[in-house]
């Protein structure tokens, strides 16, 4: 019954000990002041016309720089590769507006003919009564409020009430010259065109001068650190070079079935939609809901019945269901690093501050910046407040909900790491370090004892809901895998592997030293050796005092160790040790003191184990487990020299005496 630690198994995060030492706290994570936010999201806002544009050659920089390269290593010139990158890529878009524009123009002269079949399923609603009158109710009441309206409108003044004048018909007649119908058509064309125009060139320029442009950033920002700014810079580029076009195949994946399904179900324009589709599932979310509401639309008003409606609102929800769970994980998963309430909240913030464009632009803009937060300490808030990686320690996550006293939330957070670790790995590496930030608040005086107290009967009450998965790991253990009967000498990755001995036929007493948090560490040892088949009996620190201690039943125990999360409590477990040997002879007893390094010299445990007498002295989960397992014979207990000293004078006197 050999539990192995798993393959793989995550190391925790370094720096564990400085988290944990009081001299050298978790840097905390600094926040811009009001005025800096204020004046940031103020210059966005009334710079939008400078910095929206910078914005958009930004992104598409970062989409075609990929394509530059290849270009340039196919032995194309750098000019050119950038030309052709540029010029394909807004000839492309150019190709989907014209296409979108022309779809357009069709269905709206298509419109009048659809009239009919509208009414035709609003009287079909009025007769079949559905929605108990709502329909007939809100028409009465438009209708009201349209006549009301119109009163106060038409109600003339009580002079003019006695001479009415009659309606004099008046025709308008345009004298507009041909140069003002040119400039009231190409007026409204000018803006957009330019702007378009602006980001080809920025573009260009940029993707000409990339290495210049990073080279200044770097200057700007991280001269000091070339390392950081350069990994900034490479994880950013990749991340939404990556996002932009996978999202594009995404949509590509999506848009081409939605297309030719609405052609096979025969609603009109089926291009236009499937382009739609593509286009507006760049925008988060409201996106794929707009794209499906138009073609329902007109799947209402060309039939006249209700089936085409429905086969189409099916169409887009399966399409849906398989792009959003199988495609996207597939092809780029959570890899733009944003958590789903990041996504959400960054859309509705960059679209109040730009609008439309903003909400397409919202997700790579906000991928930049938490990049931005990864990599450099002054932007470290953004990553915090929309990154999707976790904010907090797993240990420190679950001393957290002990604290908080909730220790469902402890457990479900035990489970969900129980799906990839063993039993052993967790205690070792997330539940003890738990434990030992408890105690580290204990021993700055920041922790009561009503907190003491509840942390170590939460972690308890976790000990026993976690009982159904060690019962599971053990019958796991019991039946031998293929691996176990075959193993394979050649996986490296066993190396590192610790191997934990059966405890059939040993009994064990698991017990605290010094208080609370001790028993809860205790009990977790407890259930580790029970998975070894190990017959374990537990004990409280209580039990440990001079007067308790001989009323502890140890006739049946092989080995007793008793677990400290203080390391300044070697005196202790000195005495502890010598009044267990005292109360049995033939008793093992080995002493823990818990540690995040459990890996500590093997050299220093032994000399500290001989010091205080006892069998073993272990740091972490596994040494704890091995040396209440082990078959070696019990330590005699050695005399303290001043007692010996005093039994040499007494003996030594009573010679004299029997001489005399």
Same mark, same amino acid.
């Given at each position: 019954?050999?539990?192995?630690?798993?393959?793989?198994?995550?190391?925790?995060?370094?720096?564990?000990?400085?988290?944990?030492?009081?001299?050298?706290?978790?840097?905390?994570?600094?926040?811009?002041?009001?005025?800096?936010?204020?004046?940031?999201?103020?210059?966005?806002?009334?710079?939008?016309?400078?910095?929206?544009?910078?914005?958009?050659?930004?992104?598409?920089?970062?989409?075609?720089?990929?394509?530059?390269? =290849?270009?340039?290593?196919?032995?194309?010139?750098?000019?050119?590769?950038?030309?052709?990158?540029?010029?394909?890529?807004?000839?492309?878009?150019? %190709?989907?507006?014209?296409?979108?524009?022309?779809?357009?123009?069709?269905?709206?002269?298509?419109?009048?003919?659809?009239?009919?079949?509208?009414?035709?399923?609003?009287?079909?609603?009025?007769?079949?009564?559905?929605?108990?009158? !709502?329909?007939?109710?809100?028409?009465?009441?438009?209708?009201?409020?349209?006549?009301?309206?119109?009163?106060?409108?038409?109600?003339?003044?009580?002079?003019?009430?006695?001479?009415?004048?009659?309606?004099?018909?008046?025709?308008?007649?345009?004298?507009?010259?041909?140069?003002?119908?040119?400039?009231?058509?190409?007026?409204?064309?000018?803006?957009?065109?330019?702007?378009?125009?602006?980001?080809?060139?920025?573009?260009?320029?940029? %993707?000409?001068?990339?290495?210049?442009?990073?080279?200044?950033?770097?200057?700007?920002?991280?001269?000091?650190?070339?390392?950081?700014?350069?990994?900034?810079?490479?994880?950013?580029?990749?991340?939404?070079?990556?996002?932009?076009?996978?999202?594009?195949?995404?949509?590509?994946?999506?848009?081409?079935?939605? =297309?030719?399904?609405?052609?096979?179900?025969?609603?009109?324009?089926?291009?236009?939609?499937?382009?739609?589709?593509?286009?507006?599932?760049?925008?988060?979310?409201?996106?794929?809901?707009?794209?499906?509401?138009?073609?329902?639309?007109?799947?209402?008003?060309?039939?006249?019945?209700?089936?085409?409606?429905?086969?189409?609102?099916?169409?887009?929800?399966?399409?849906?269901?398989?792009?959003?769970?199988?495609?996207?994980?597939?092809?780029?998963?959570?890899?733009?690093?944003?958590?789903?309430?990041?996504?959400?909240?960054?859309? !509705?913030?960059?679209?109040?501050?730009?609008?439309?464009?903003?909400?397409?632009?919202?997700?790579?803009?906000?991928?930049?910046?938490?990049?931005?937060?990864?990599?450099?300490?002054?932007?470290?808030?953004?990553?915090?407040?929309?990154?999707?990686?976790?904010?907090?320690?797993?240990?420190?996550?679950?001393?957290?909900?002990?604290?908080?006293?909730?220790?469902?939330?402890?457990?479900?957070?035990?489970?969900?790491?129980?799906?990839?670790?063993?039993?052993?790995?967790?205690?070792?590496?997330? =539940? !003890?370090?738990?434990?030992?930030?408890?105690?580290?608040?204990?021993?700055?005086?920041?922790?009561?004892?009503?907190?003491?107290?509840?942390?170590?009967?939460?972690?308890?009450?976790?000990?026993?809901?976690?009982?159904?998965? =060690?019962?599971?790991?053990?019958?796991?253990?019991?039946?031998?895998?293929?691996?176990?009967?075959?193993?394979?000498?050649?996986?490296?990755?066993?190396?590192?592997?610790?191997?934990?001995?059966?405890?059939?036929?040993?009994?064990?007493?698991?017990?605290?030293?010094?208080?609370?948090?001790?028993?809860?560490?205790?009990?977790?040892?407890?259930?580790?050796?029970?998975?070894?088949?190990?017959?374990?009996?537990?004990?409280?620190?209580?039990?440990?005092?001079?007067?308790?201690?001989?009323?502890?039943?140890?006739?049946?125990?092989?080995?007793?160790?008793?677990?400290? %999360?203080?390391?300044?409590?070697?005196?202790?477990?000195?005495?502890?040790?010598?009044?267990?040997?005292?109360?049995?002879?033939?008793?093992?007893?080995?002493?823990?003191?818990?540690?995040?390094?459990?890996?500590?010299?093997?050299?220093?445990?032994?000399?500290?184990?001989?010091?205080?007498?006892?069998?073993?002295?272990?740091?972490?989960?596994?040494?704890?487990?091995?040396?209440?397992?082990?078959?070696?014979?019990?330590?005699?207990?050695?005399?303290?020299?001043?007692?010996?000293?005093?039994?040499?004078?007494?003996?030594?006197?009573?010679?004299?005496?029997?001489?005399?």
């Amino acid at each position: 019954m050999a539990a192995n630690r798993r393959n793989g198994m995550a190391s925790p995060a370094h720096g564990l000990e400085d988290i944990l030492s009081p001299a050298a706290p978790h840097p905390r994570t600094s926040l811009p002041n009001v005025a800096t936010i204020v004046t940031t999201v103020a210059a966005l806002y009334f710079g939008r016309e400078v910095f929206l544009p910078i914005a958009i050659a930004l992104l598409l920089t970062f989409a075609l720089a990929p394509l530059v390269s =290849a270009l340039k290593r196919a032995g194309i010139p750098r000019i050119a590769a950038v030309i052709v990158s540029v010029l394909g890529a807004f000839a492309a878009l150019a %190709l989907f507006s014209f296409i979108v524009a022309t779809q357009v123009s069709e269905l709206a002269q298509n419109i009048p003919v659809y009239q009919a079949n509208i009414l035709t399923k609003v009287r079909s609603l009025k007769e079949t009564g559905v929605g108990g009158g !709502i329909i007939a109710r809100l028409s009465k009441v438009v209708e009201r409020v349209g006549q009301e309206i119109d009163r106060q409108e038409t109600s003339p003044p009580a002079a003019t009430l006695e001479k009415p004048r009659e309606p004099v018909p008046v025709e308008i007649v345009s004298r507009e010259r041909p140069l003002e119908v040119l400039q009231n058509i190409v007026g409204p064309l000018i803006s957009p065109l330019g702007s378009a125009g602006l980001i080809i060139v920025v573009v260009i320029f940029m %993707l000409l001068e990339r290495e210049d442009l990073r080279d200044r950033f770097i200057r700007l920002v991280g001269y000091g650190d070339l390392h950081r700014t350069t990994e900034a810079l490479q994880d950013a580029g990749k991340r939404v070079g990556r996002y932009l076009l996978m999202q594009l195949v995404v949509n590509i994946v999506y848009a081409v079935p939605i =297309a030719a399904g609405l052609w096979i179900l025969g609603i009109p324009n089926a291009l236009l939609w499937g382009l739609l589709a593509l286009g507006l599932r760049f925008v988060p979310y409201i996106g794929p809901a707009i794209g499906m509401l138009l073609p329902l639309f007109l799947a209402l008003a060309v039939a006249p019945g209700w089936s085409l409606v429905l086969w189409t609102a099916a169409l887009f929800v399966v399409m849906e269901l398989i792009t959003g769970n199988v495609v996207e994980p597939w092809l780029y998963g959570s890899r733009t690093g944003l958590s789903s309430l990041a996504i959400i909240v960054a859309a !509705i913030f960059w679209t109040w501050l730009w609008g439309p464009l903003g909400l397409v632009l919202s997700t790579p803009l906000t991928v930049c910046l938490v990049v931005l937060g990864r990599h450099v300490p002054q932007f470290e808030f953004l990553d915090v407040l929309f990154g999707n990686e976790p904010v907090l320690e797993p240990h420190a996550r679950l001393y957290q909900r002990l604290l908080a006293g909730d220790p469902d939330e402890a457990t479900d957070h035990a489970e969900e790491m129980l799906e990839e670790k063993y039993l052993v790995e967790f205690y070792d590496k997330v =539940a !003890i370090p738990a434990l030992l930030l408890g105690e580290q608040d204990r021993a700055r005086g920041v922790m009561g004892d009503q907190q003491r107290r509840q942390v170590a009967e939460s972690a308890l009450v976790m000990v026993a809901n976690l009982d159904d998965s =060690a019962h599971e790991e053990a019958e796991e253990e019991d039946a031998p895998t293929a691996a176990e009967e075959e193993p394979d000498d050649k996986d490296p990755s066993r190396e590192d592997e610790t191997e934990l001995p059966d405890g059939t036929d040993l009994s064990v007493l698991c017990t605290g030293g010094r208080g609370e948090l001790d028993d809860a560490a205790a009990a977790m040892l407890a259930q580790v050796l029970e998975v070894q088949g190990t017959t374990v009996s537990k004990a409280g620190f209580a039990d440990m005092e001079p007067a308790n201690i001989r009323r502890l039943e140890l006739e049946t125990i092989d080995t007793v160790v008793v677990g400290f %999360l203080n390391r300044d409590s070697i005196k202790h477990a000195r005495f502890l040790v010598r009044r267990l040997k005292r109360a049995k002879a033939a008793l093992r007893v080995g002493i823990v003191f818990w540690s995040q390094a459990a890996n500590e010299d093997k050299e220093a445990a032994e000399k500290l184990a001989r010091d205080i007498n006892a069998d073993f002295v272990a740091h972490g989960m596994v040494d704890a487990v091995v040396g209440a397992l082990s078959n070696e014979p019990p330590i005699a207990l050695k005399l303290v020299a001043k007692r010996r000293m005093r039994r040499q004078r007494a003996t030594s006197q009573k010679a004299s005496a029997a001489s005399t």
